[in-house]
């Protein structure tokens, strides 16, 4: 790949991402369509993020926002798709006749694979696991998905935990706070897992009374999370999120440069560095 004074940035932004694999997968699709682009991975903080994006979209370069800054990203766009409108949270953005605009690509790439786990099985409820724009994304997925799903939230955070309900009762989603009882689809959208040492969100225990079909764990990591390897064990349908990650990559691929991702291509890229 040769960098030039007209290749164009293509940038994800979070805290952390030394692990994130969007540099690997863009940059191998980039290659195979003979794009004058690269993509690479920062690191922002806090107050650093809006400066940053404002930055990068007046240079022309388009961006993912990863955790925690999704809610962050959606709050300085000028153009937010009607799913950024719903969820509060963005994680690609782009410059447009409008000004700075953005989408959220997370939850059809949710629904997509949450939908491919369950198979025919409807999800009646569902438990989603944190309280961030990951969590929000994935409940609106369920809702797209199963009208009539019943979302619960769990939360080390009893204030977030409310936020997060009154966020869906005007976002169209029926949650509830959880009560412990038996569900058809677990989604992980909190960051444990990143690293060998975090304990999982659910223990054997919780997992095995709540009884899934079917678990998606949005974290990856190669040979993959402890949450999912434990899920398997129990004879759940459980993945984790590189089909997330590429489902939702090239929706912001198509965005960046308005033109079919290869998905075969992004595929191998993410499976070499994890593993199939």
Request: glycine fraction near 10%; include cysteine.
């Given at each position: 790949?040769?960098?030039?004074?007209?290749?164009?940035?293509?940038?994800?932004?979070?805290?952390?991402?030394?692990?994130?694999?969007?540099?690997?997968?863009?940059?191998?699709?980039?290659?195979?369509?003979?794009?004058?682009?690269?993509?690479?991975?920062?690191?922002?903080?806090?107050?650093?993020?809006?400066?940053?994006?404002?930055?990068?979209?007046?240079?022309?370069?388009?961006?993912?926002?990863?955790?925690?800054?999704?809610?962050?990203?959606?709050?300085?766009?000028?153009?937010?798709?009607?799913?950024?409108?719903?969820?509060?949270?963005?994680?690609?953005?782009?410059?447009?006749?409008?000004?700075?605009?953005?989408?959220?690509?997370?939850?059809?790439?949710?629904?997509?694979?949450?939908?491919?786990?369950?198979?025919?099985?409807?999800?009646?409820?569902?438990?989603?696991?944190?309280?961030?724009?990951?969590?929000?994304?994935?409940?609106?997925?369920?809702?797209?998905?199963?009208?009539?799903?019943?979302?619960?939230?769990?939360?080390?955070?009893?204030?977030?935990?409310?936020?997060?309900?009154?966020?869906?009762?005007?976002?169209?989603?029926?949650?509830?706070?959880?009560?412990?009882?038996?569900v058809d689809l677990v989604v992980n959208a909190t960051p444990l897992g990143?690293?060998?040492?975090?304990?999982?969100?659910?223990?054997?225990?919780?997992?095995?009374?709540?009884?899934?079909?079917?678990?998606?764990?949005?974290?990856?990591?190669?040979?993959?999370?402890?949450?999912?390897?434990?899920?398997?064990?129990?004879?759940?349908?459980?993945?984790?999120?590189?089909?997330?990650?590429?489902?939702?990559?090239?929706?912001?691929?198509?965005?960046?440069?308005?033109?079919?991702?290869?998905?075969?291509?992004?595929?191998?890229?993410?499976?070499?560095?994890?593993?199939?």
């Amino acid at each position: 790949m040769r960098i030039r004074g007209s290749t164009r940035l293509l940038v994800v932004v979070g805290d952390p991402i030394a692990h994130s694999l969007s540099p690997r997968m863009h940059n191998a699709a980039i290659a195979a369509l003979g794009l004058d682009a690269v993509y690479v991975a920062l690191r922002a903080r806090g107050a650093a993020v809006e400066p940053l994006v404002r930055g990068l979209i007046a240079a022309g370069a388009g961006l993912n926002v990863t955790v925690p800054h999704k809610r962050r990203a959606a709050a300085l766009l000028d153009v937010a798709s009607e799913t950024v409108q719903r969820t509060g949270a963005c994680n690609t953005v782009w410059a447009h006749l409008g000004g700075i605009t953005g989408d959220n690509t997370d939850g059809a790439a949710v629904r997509a694979v949450a939908t491919r786990l369950l198979g025919a099985r409807p999800a009646r409820r569902a438990l989603v696991l944190g309280t961030g724009g990951s969590a929000r994304a994935a409940a609106v997925a369920v809702a797209e998905a199963w009208p009539e799903a019943v979302v619960e939230v769990l939360s080390r955070d009893a204030a977030r935990a409310g936020d997060f309900l009154t966020w869906a009762g005007g976002a169209g989603v029926r949650a509830e706070p959880t009560d412990g009882a038996p569900v058809d689809l677990v989604v992980n959208a909190t960051p444990l897992g990143l690293t060998p040492e975090d304990v999982p969100p659910l223990d054997r225990e919780r997992l095995r009374h709540r009884a899934p079909a079917a678990l998606l764990d949005l974290v990856y990591v190669r040979g993959r999370t402890r949450l999912v390897r434990m899920a398997r064990d129990a004879g759940i349908a459980a993945e984790d999120g590189r089909e997330v990650l590429l489902e939702q990559g090239a929706a912001s691929f198509r965005h960046f440069f308005d033109v079919q991702p290869p998905l075969a291509v992004m595929r191998a890229a993410v499976e070499e560095a994890l593993g199939v």
